[in-house]
């Protein structure tokens, strides 16, 4: 029983991780990449739909992210929904392409994005703490029903707390990654 509530734990955690490592993906850093426009949604006939699921992405430099619309009818909705996008860039149509410059960050607009990262990280923490407290949670109830011993409830938090403290270090490794990532010039 222990076990099971663990390995629960541990997948809700795994989940959180990728989660947040997700999210930092789409922060952009001073290289492009094509996760940058996942989160960007097309009017496709009435219908928003995710830019990768009209057309593929690519980068055809290491300033540039190139988008090929399937539909070629699509390159004005795509590139009016780039425009629209939080991203702060501004797409071109060339041919039956449209191209996204990305433009070099500025130092305000690093450390605007680092303090959005921090804040995605400790998102992430508060959430990993909230897996730890329902773990516990359903080991008193265990405890609760006699189903284990007080003996059994101590070790199973004592490992609920290392499996916590684990991935709260990869959560901080990860933002530190992120940080300095960001922070390259």
Do not use: C
């Not at 290491?62 to 009016?80: H, Q």
């Not at 938090?157 to 390259?184: F, G, H, N, W």
């Amino acid at each position: 029983m222990i076990a099971d509530v663990k390995k629960s734990a541990e997948q809700k955690m795994q989940k959180t991780l990728e989660a947040l490592k997700t999210d930092f993906s789409k922060v952009r850093s001073g290289r492009p990449h094509t996760g940058l426009l996942d989160h960007v949604m097309v009017d496709y006939y009435g219908t928003p739909t995710p830019i990768n699921q009209v057309a593929n992405i690519s980068l055809p430099d290491a300033r540039t992210i190139g988008v090929v619309p399937w539909d070629k009818k699509m390159l004005n909705a795509i590139e009016k929904a780039i425009r629209e996008s939080e991203l702060g860039v501004n797409p071109m149509t060339v041919g039956e392409m449209v191209r996204v410059p990305m433009p070099p960050l500025t130092e305000e607009r690093r450390r605007e994005l680092t303090k959005i990262v921090k804040n995605e990280a400790e998102a992430a923490r508060v959430a990993m703490r909230n897996i730890r407290r329902d773990a516990n949670a359903h080991m008193k109830e265990l405890l609760k029903e006699k189903q284990i011993s007080e003996d059994d409830d101590r070790r199973g938090q004592e490992e609920i707390q290392k499996l916590t403290d684990r991935y709260i270090a990869e959560v901080d490794k990860s933002l530190q990654a992120k940080e300095a990532e960001l922070m390259a010039v």
